[in-house]
């Protein structure tokens, strides 16, 4: 089992930078692989980046290509999202997941989840 914290979360004006950060729990980090998704106000949660186990590999939303970085430090147990360039429709709640089988878009397929950073960007 692994516990997951997610910080770095803020306000900042569109056109601006956030690093958010998910520490994890447990000895065995390696061995997941995360993923990053969020959620807006009345909407349903959607994937934004993940990364493989060994961080060689990710994938990414088509939106935030070209703005976003995910990678990882498996020494230090974190997982990290850079977001660059940011838009007022990127405002939301933030979550980093884990899960034992593959570096995957899909939601379901994620089994342990942080309690969620918050995101806002002003226009």
């Known amino acids: 089992q692994v516990q997951l914290v997610e910080s770095g979360g803020g306000l900042v004006q569109a056109g601006g930078s956030l690093r958010l950060s998910c520490a994890a729990s447990?000895?065995?980090?390696?061995?997941?692989?995360m993923g990053w998704f969020r959620q807006a106000p009345a909407k349903e949660r959607e994937f934004v980046a993940t990364?493989?186990?060994?961080?060689?590999?990710?994938d990414y939303q088509d939106s935030v290509k070209g703005r976003f970085t995910i990678s990882r430090d498996n020494a230090k147990n974190t997982v990290y999202l850079q977001m660059n360039s940011l838009k007022p429709e990127d405002t939301a709640i933030y979550y980093c997941?884990?899960?034992?089988?593959?570096?995957?878009?899909?939601?379901?397929?994620?089994?342990?989840w942080g309690q969620g950073t918050q995101v806002t960007v002003s226009s």
């Open positions: 997941a884990a899960n034992l089988k593959w570096w995957t878009r899909r939601v379901n397929d994620y089994d342990y």
């Open positions: 447990g000895r065995t980090f390696s061995s997941y692989a």
């Open positions: 990364i493989s186990m060994s961080g060689i590999s990710a």
